[in-house]
């Protein structure tokens, strides 16, 4: 029996150190499949609450046109959010349990989505710096060692690639407009700048999982060298756009070959992630109210799906 277990560990470190991928059939630790339920629902709920800080903006949006771009980005943050909960159904749990454990607490989303959006110029703020650094974050995540989560990346990094192309286009459509658009646009990029950075997770010396993830192969870089990634491809684009970055610390340095910046106010990430941000309460009372107000959908689907199957079996017992 024990030297069953080593030969499955054995299989299962070939199989990360060739960069190989573990598929749901396959032997794996029961960390492994821990800390993997845990990242890939904290990124299925994040996708799932980050539809309304978005959605707040549907009703009031300028144009149809905007509107219609905006009602399919968030369309598409449903989809990535079922792709992911699927991919976390492939490790054992299931995908009610894991809505349970987000209204109830018990699970976490991203920090970004507990500050509120403020003005229309927050849908394209929003667009750029949180899908990029989402883009950011995720374009490694590609190349997870589980199979199920590399796939459903994909996908995610393709869409997500096009929601920062759209934030982008209407923040340069507002920034040649008057300067109260302009002032506008300056305003959100100011709110979201840190709370963007704050995406990455804590520095590393404060990350706790970030070692045994990257051993295994789950996360590919460290959240720190993410977060300078992310602020070394933001500066150009802001520069291109006409806005500046709310930290005077932010400059180019040549010997690095990267720029430097200050340091986002850790505490305050803590508080959000503890439950404690702008629009915490909300959002989950929002997710709450919405599935008890789907209880009927389900009801019903699972009526369906019993019926249909008594009327196969009974179609399958006459022949
Ligand atoms: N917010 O040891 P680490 C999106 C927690 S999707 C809240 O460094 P890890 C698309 C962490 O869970 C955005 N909590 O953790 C979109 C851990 O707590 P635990 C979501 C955070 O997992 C755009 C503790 O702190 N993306 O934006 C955060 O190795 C627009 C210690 O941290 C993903 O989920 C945070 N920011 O690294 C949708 C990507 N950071 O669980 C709508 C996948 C850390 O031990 C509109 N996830 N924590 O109690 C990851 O890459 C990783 O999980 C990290 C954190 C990098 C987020």
Redesign the pocket.
């Known amino acids: 029996m024990t030297e069953t277990i080593i030969e499955l560990e054995t299989e299962f470190e070939r199989i990360i150190q060739s960069d190989q991928r573990i598929e749901p059939r396959d032997w794996m630790p029961d960390g492994y499949r821990k800390?993997l339920i845990?990242?890939?629902a904290?990124?299925?709920?994040?996708?799932i609450?980050?539809?309304q800080?978005?959605g707040n903006w549907l009703t009031r949006a300028p144009s149809l046109r905007r509107k219609a771009i905006l009602m399919a980005?968030?369309q598409d943050?449903a989809g990535?959010g079922l792709y992911l909960y699927s991919a976390t159904e492939t490790l054992g749990v299931d995908r009610a349990e894991l809505t349970d454990n987000l209204i109830e607490g018990r699970?976490?989303?991203?920090?970004?989505?507990n500050y509120p959006t403020l003005s229309f110029a927050d849908v394209g703020v929003?667009?750029w710096l949180?899908?990029g650094?989402?883009i950011c974050?995720?374009v490694p995540?590609c190349r997870s060692s589980y199979g199920p989560y590399g796939r459903a990346m994909i996908r995610?990094c393709k869409e997500?690639s096009f929601?920062q192309r759209q934030g982008f286009e209407l923040l340069m459509t507002m920034m040649s407009g008057t300067q109260a658009q302009r002032d506008m646009v300056q305003e959100s990029v100011n709110r979201w700048w840190w709370p963007a950075l704050?995406?990455?997770?804590?520095p590393?010396d404060?990350?706790?999982?970030?070692a045994q993830?990257m051993a295994w192969r789950?996360?590919r870089h460290?959240?720190d060298e993410?977060r300078q990634r992310f602020v070394d491809m933001s500066v150009p684009q802001a520069e291109i756009l006409g806005v500046t970055f709310p930290d005077p610390d932010l400059r180019w340095n040549a010997e690095r070959g990267a720029h430097d910046f200050g340091e986002p106010d850790w505490d305050e990430?803590m508080q959000?992630?503890k439950g404690n941000g702008a629009t915490s309460v909300e959002r989950i009372a929002n997710r709450r109210a919405a599935h008890e107000n789907g209880a009927w959908v389900r009801e019903a689907a699972a009526a369906f799906a019993a019926r249909t199957a008594a009327a196969d079996t009974t179609t399958s017992e006459q022949e």
């Open positions: 800390t845990r990242q890939i904290q990124h299925a709920h994040s996708e609450i980050g539809m800080p978005e980005k968030v943050e990535h699970q976490k989303y991203s920090s970004i989505f929003i667009g949180v899908d650094a989402a974050n995720q995540l995610v997500e929601h704050m995406m990455f997770g804590p590393d404060r990350s706790p999982n970030s993830s789950i996360k460290t959240n993410l990430f959000v992630v």
